[in-house]
């Protein structure tokens, strides 16, 4: 990804020789032996080991899209202090960050914070519901928000009605929601439950029902 943001950008070169000192026996080797299985970086164990990561240490004075490469003792200063990074390495900095920021197809991230911190208001922005007060959201596809389990439903309606309800909103056909019905109840032998009325077991229907018809997207 990196690579591909590099190229778009016009430093091809930087793209290519991106952090590839990643691949040398101590980074690479300190990735292994201190692997923290994904919960935070393999560095951190070499810290909590070592005192310190010798394989960052290793990484940043050899790849100069790291602010922390351009540091230097200054005479006048007799301190170190950071110096003009080049333009085509805050270039590749930027490029670096992007990459690191995407969420890819696949994965799944979750929003945490405490009580009234935004997480529901925030995912109202994101789906549309809500209109940002400054800046703007960039999403791609249809998105349906499922924010509460019994959100969208007319407890008034069976199942049935519910589901095509939803299916309609969601830009399905009425074929579409009927195969994907079907389908659904066979795998889940919910067929009493999705025609009782779902006022009558509105916390047990509910998911049941929102399965035959997942978030569409392209």
């Known amino acids: ?56 240490v290793h990484h940043k004075g050899r790849n100069r899209h790291h602010f922390e490469y351009w540091t230097d003792y200054v005479p006048h200063t007799k301190k170190l202090m950071p110096i ?3 333009k085509k390495f805050v270039i590749e900095m930027f490029c670096d960050r992007v990459a690191a920021s995407k969420i890819y197809q696949g994965e799944k991230i979750g929003i945490i914070g405490y009580n009234g911190a935004g997480k529901s ?24 928000p499922l924010l509460s389990l019994g959100a969208g439903f007319d407890r008034n309606y069976s199942g049935r009605k519910n589901i095509y309800l939803n299916g309609a909103i969601l830009g399905f056909t009425r074929k579409q929601i009927k195969e994907k019905m079907e389908s659904a109840q066979r795998k889940m032998e919910q067929e009493q439950r999705v025609f009782r009325q779902i006022r009558k077991s509105i916390s ?4 049941a029902i929102r399965r035959p018809l997942p978030t569409r997207s392209r």
């Not at 952090?19 to 201190?34: H, M, Q, R, V």
């Not at 208001?121 to 349906?144: A, H, K, M, Q, W």
């Not at 047990?204 to 998911?207: I, P």
């Open 84 to 86: 003009k990074m080049p």
């Open 1 to 56: 990804m990196v690579i591909r943001h590099a190229f778009k950008v016009g430093i091809p070169w930087r793209g290519l020789m991106h952090d590839l000192s990643k691949y040398t026996p101590t980074e690479f080797g300190a990735g292994i032996k201190y692997y923290a299985g994904g919960k935070f970086s393999a560095n951190e164990n070499e810290r909590k080991a070592l005192g310190y990561s010798k394989a960052w």
């Open 204 to 207: 047990v229907c509910a998911l």
């Open 121 to 144: 208001t925030l995912l109202r922005v994101i789906t549309g519901i809500y209109t940002p007060d400054n800046g703007e959201v960039i999403t791609r596809g249809n998105i349906s």
